[in-house]
Nanobody, 123 residues
Framework: QVQLVESGGGLVQAGGSLRLSCAAS????????MGWYRQAPGQRRESVAY????????MYADTVKGRFTIARDNAKDTVYLQMDNLKPDDTAVYYC????????????????WGQGTQVTVSS
């Protein structure tokens, strides 16, 4: 069974920083991409950033470009999200997502999710 375990959320004032981590574990053959989504109360879940694990290519939502940085550690099957200059609009539950292939499967799936971590930015 594959698990994604997140850490690093919390409460911070506007302009502050937080760093989220997400570690994948289990019987994994290969991870294609890992990324972060967020969902604010009453809002749809939206993509924040993702990274291609084998080459480090990254993509960001326009709302976080220049403030958030996604990075990976392939040896640890871990992805990080450094969030700087946080704004109250960044308040949400942040979820880690992975597209990967398990050892027991022949195909990749992209429906692996972490449990979510709350990020609250006060004004």
């Amino acid at each position: 069974q594959v698990q994604l375990v997140e850490s690093g959320g919390g409460l911070v004032q506007a302009g502050g920083s937080l760093r989220l981590s997400c570690a994948a574990s289990g019987r994994i053959f290969n991870i294609n991409t890992m990324g972060w989504y967020r969902q604010a109360p009453g809002q749809r879940r939206e993509s924040v950033a993702y990274i291609i694990m084998n080459n480090g290519y990254t993509m960001y939502a326009d709302t976080v470009k220049g403030r958030f940085t996604i990075a990976r550690d392939n040896a640890k099957d871990t992805v990080y999200l450094q969030m700087d200059n946080l704004k109250p609009d960044d308040t949400a539950v942040y979820y880690c997502n992975a597209r990967l292939r398990e050892l027991r499967l022949l195909q990749y799936r992209d429906d692996y999710w972490g449990q979510g971590t709350q990020v609250t930015v006060s004004s």
